[in-house]
């Protein structure tokens, strides 16, 4: 993986007395930095305190298959394994996030594809977002489940997209300056056109823990929880919007 392609946005702020500040940004020539081993995924990367060294952590994923790279600075990373999650949700996943607590635990939000059986097209996918944590740096995982799923009668079987057919996915993270609530944007692929596109959901980082079915996506100038659906034929329930 290629960062930054050659160049750097930079971000310029003047701060006059009692001036509010209004950013600008230029781009600039920036060496080139490439990442080991194949990356189909966002580099979620942490610095943290390894035996008395600092560290840089990135988690990477390949083809559903999450790996972790560390090293002293962003341009002497190296592979290290590929990562355990206990228990394995199934299918893909690609941990496209990390919030590292106070305490030193990693959370790790990621995108998970399921075959998509459900149209008979089991070469196509169905999205979903779930949520790991891990108490050695990224190492080994314990899943914490699937927070987020597509609406009921969303997905779009028939659809000439040859690698999705509904779900949400392809997410990012933010945690607010004060710690109090998780925000994830989140890419819709619903089969209704108005529903298409990124959305805003929240948690309350309190929930971090136990995240399953306390979502709330924003919608409508509100935030509306999560929906418990459910499940058919024996499957266990599910949290959708």
């Known amino acids: 993986m290629t960062f930054a392609a050659g160049w ?3 971000a310029l702020v003047s701060l006059g007395a009692q001036q509010i500040a209004v950013p ?3 781009v600039v020539r920036a060496p080139r930095l490439v990442l080991p081993g194949e990356i189909d995924s966002n580099s979620p ?3 943290d305190l390894v035996e008395g060294t600092w560290t840089l952590s990135a988690m990477v994923s ?3 298959i999450p790996a972790l ?3 002293p600075g962003l341009d002497r990373m190296e ?3 590929s ?3 206990t228990p394995h949700p199934g299918h893909g996943i690609w941990i496209e996030a990390v919030i590292a607590d106070d305490g030193g635990a990693w959370y790790g939000y990621y995108h998970h594809e399921v075959a998509g059986d459900v149209c008979g097209a089991p070469l196509q996918s169905i999205l979903q977002i779930g949520s790991a944590r891990s108490f050695d740096h990224g190492r080994t995982w314990q899943d914490l489940g699937i927070m ?3 609406p009921p009668g969303s997905v779009a079987c028939g659809t000439n997209n040859r690698y999705v057919a509904g779900g949400v996915g392809d997410l990012s993270v933010m945690l607010d300056p004060g710690h109090q609530d998780l925000f994830l944007f989140v890419s819709q692929y619903s089969r209704d056109r108005s529903a298409q596109g990124v959305a805003v959901a929240r948690m309350a980082w309190a929930d971090r823990d136990a995240p399953v079915g306390r979502v709330a996506m924003w919608r409508d100038g509100a935030w509306l929880p999560a929906q418990r659906v459910a499940g058919a034929d024996g499957e266990p329930e599910r949290w959708a919007y």
């Open 45 to 47: 990367m942490s610095w």
């Open 148 to 150: 987020l799923e597509g």
């Open 62 to 64: 390949w083809a559903g």
């Open 79 to 81: 592979r290290r394994d």
């Open 69 to 71: 790279l560390s090293g």
């Open 24 to 26: 600008t940004a230029r």
């Open 8 to 10: 750097c946005l930079t």
């Open 83 to 85: 990562v355990t999650i």
